[in-house]
T-cell receptor, first 114, second 109 residues
Framework: ETGVTQTPRHLVMGMTNKKSLKCEQH?????MYWYKQSAKKPLELMFV???????ENNSVPSRFSPECPNSSHLFLHLHTLQPEDSALYLC?????????????FGAGSRLTVL | GENVEQHPSTLSVQEGDSAVIKCTYS??????FPWYKQELGKGPQLIID?????GEKKDQRIAVTLNKTAKHFSLHITETQPEDSAVYFC????????FGSGTRLQVQP
């Protein structure tokens, strides 16, 4: 393990369901991120939290709702998703929220929306 | 904002050969250029990075070169091994990183 743990690893949900993705980092980092990885597309930054405050939201639809209760935990709450939201959702952490810092990624949560 | 182009999208080499992956970026303010390797079922892992005050960096079989004037940087893997087979991503940025679309490298034994 890389020090960043994501659960669940796989999730299948209907468009009317509500589910959450969880991320936990054991590295003592102070910044956490959600990225979306779709086939044959670049990694897309969704949200950045630094010291538990959201510092960036890359025009993500409101059906994705992040929560960062402390510097070690990050959640992504999902509701009324669309099939095109099916993707691998990656959590990452870093020491500092600057792009000049090394990102440590989790293994991802593979989401399928039916 | 930053735009990163990565080529090729797939690359197949024989074991022992060298592999080169190239990226270009658009924002001259970018000053950090990492490379990540993603194996099947895992998240991306940093393999090497370079900052704008350096033109080249090497770590065993892996090297990265940066040309700030031309706004491009490259990953070089020498003496490739089957375990080098993976998807490689470049990224560029000053604050938030923008990633390339990835290169699937296949090393044939």
């Amino acid at each position: 393990e890389t020090g960043v743990t994501q659960t669940p690893r796989h999730l299948v949900m209907g468009m009317t369901n509500k589910k959450s993705l969880k991320c936990e980092q054991h590295l003592g980092h102070n910044a956490m991120y959600w990225y979306k990885q779709s086939a044959k597309k670049p990694l897309e930054l969704m949200f950045v939290y630094s010291l538990e405050e959201r510092v960036e939201n890359n025009s993500v639809p409101s059906r994705f709702s992040p929560e960062c209760p402390n510097s070690s935990h990050l959640f992504l709450h999902l509701h009324t998703l669309q099939p095109e939201d099916s993707a691998l959702y990656l959590c990452a952490s870093s020491q500092g929220d600057s792009g000049a810092n090394v990102l440590t990624f989790g293994a991802g949560s593979r989401l399928t929306v039916l | 904002g930053e735009n990163v182009e990565q080529h090729p999208s797939t690359l197949s080499v024989q074991e022992g050969d060298s592999a080169v992956i190239k990226c270009t970026y658009s924002d001259s303010a970018s000053n950090y250029f990492p490379w990540y390797k993603q194996e099947l079922g895992k998240g991306p892992q940093l393999i090497i990075d370079i900052r704008s005050n350096v033109g080249e960096k090497k770590d065993q079989r892996i090297a990265v070169t940066l040309n700030k004037t031309a706004k491009h940087f490259s990953l070089h893997i020498t003496e490739t091994q089957p375990e080098d087979s993976a998807v490689y991503f470049c990224a560029a940025g000053r604050r938030a990183l923008t990633f390339g679309s990835g290169t699937r490298l296949q090393v044939q034994p």
